[in-house]
């Protein structure tokens, strides 16, 4: 396989919001450059999305685990199949799955049987990136910053691509140092479950709720307290952590009023993160820009308050002020390390996950 091709991959992605399963018709070429040639975000039903939250939950059995990961599959190959249908079939699929359990440098989980994608798509199917790295020492995750480097590291400025999911996440990307990145911690997750709790809500849509409380300082400094942020980098995290029993002690000490709570969450997803920057990166150099993406990027309450945040003379841009899709980006950067797995090139950054070495994520279904 010394002679690369340009390839057409989908890419199928679901994070921790477990919002949907974005899924990119993706065209790949040699020097690495990803085209998402169109893409869809394709819901899960609403009693798979409620089965997939029951698995985070203590009294989940390995049977319903063991179904949910053939239920899954089902769902990812849908996706697929939904653009195959539009633009035929892809050279391969490239399957991130659905993580349900992540343990940094020990193990991690992700769901969406690979065979029943293959099966029903008649696709090769290459999937479960993150183990490999873990089998080399690293936390694997996270595994976008080695797309970042290969599309930013170009423009020869010091940036940092700011992903804002359910968790939020970092790539810095420096002149004169190697990329790192760690996530900063939660993102939208909290968010939305206090959505769903006190507003029957799954996210707060464009930040206007959070827009009509008040930050509660109190509450968000003793937040801001726990030991998650003063984790040196390479760090990860998920649900595991910041989970419903956490958020549900943190809201012993909240606020009584709801809209206050949503205000002040908010507040901590985009104080933790400029927090996370004093800390670990404007040690080593400083930050020209920040390029926003996820979510995250689509509430202005949000966006408002890191910019708040931030030093003054740090410009915040979207993925979309450099013609990558701000909706499809995590899509986008599986499918070039999909691409990478069919080429045997190393895809994962030690720098960032923590691995001893390079090495070639991936699994390959025929």
Not at 203 to 210: M, N, R, S
Request: charged letters at 25%; a negative charge.
């Amino acid at each position: 396989m010394d002679e690369k091709e340009t390839k057409y991959i989908i890419s199928l992605m679901s994070g921790t919001s477990t919002d949907s399963i974005d899924t990119g018709y993706c065209k790949v070429t040699p020097d690495l450059r990803v085209e998402v040639i169109d893409g869809i975000n394709y819901p899960y039903p609403e009693n798979v999305k409620e089965q997939i939250f029951n698995l985070y939950k203590p009294d989940s059995t390995i049977q319903d685990l063991c179904r949910m990961n053939f239920v899954i599959g089902e769902c990812f190959a849908a996706a697929a199949n939904k653009l195959i249908k539009k633009h035929g079939k892809p050279d391969f699929i490239s399957s991130h799955g659905q993580t349900v359990y992540h343990i940094p440098s020990n193990s991690t989980l992700q769901i969406g049987e690979s065979s029943v994608i293959s099966a029903r798509t008649e696709c090769m199917t290459i999937s479960n990136f993150r183990e490999k790295d873990i089998a080399v020492g690293g936390q694997g995750a996270p595994l976008v910053c080695f797309a970042d480097e290969k599309w930013f590291k170009p423009l020869k400025k010091n940036i940092i691509v700011q992903n804002i999911g359910g968790i939020s996440n970092s790539t810095v990307i420096l002149n004169e140092f190697d990329t790192f990145g760690f996530d900063n911690g939660p993102g939208n997750m909290l968010i939305d479950y206090c959505m769903r709790k006190y507003f029957d809500k799954e996210y707060d849509k464009d930040g206007l709720t959070a827009l009509e409380g008040n930050i509660c300082d109190n509450w968000l400094n003793l937040l801001l307290e726990d030991e998650y942020y003063l984790i040196e980098p390479p760090k990860t995290t998920g649900r595991e952590y910041f989970s419903e029993k956490y958020i549900e002690n943190a809201l012993k000490s909240a606020p009584k009023d709801p809209k206050d709570i949503i205000s002040t969450l908010t507040a901590l997803t985009a104080k933790s993160i400029a927090v996370s920057y004093e800390r670990y990166v404007y040690t080593q150099s400083a930050i020209d820009e920040v390029i926003l993406g996820g979510g995250g990027a689509y509430n202005p309450t949000l966006t408002k308050m890191l910019k708040y945040y931030l030093p003054k003379h740090v410009e915040l841009k979207t993925h979309e002020d450099y013609g990558i899709s701000n909706n499809f980006k995590e899509a986008a950067a599986f499918a070039l390390l999909g691409y990478c797995t069919f080429y045997n090139i190393p895809n994962n950054l030690p720098s960032c996950t923590g691995a001893k070495y390079r090495t070639v994520l991936g699994k390959i279904t025929y």
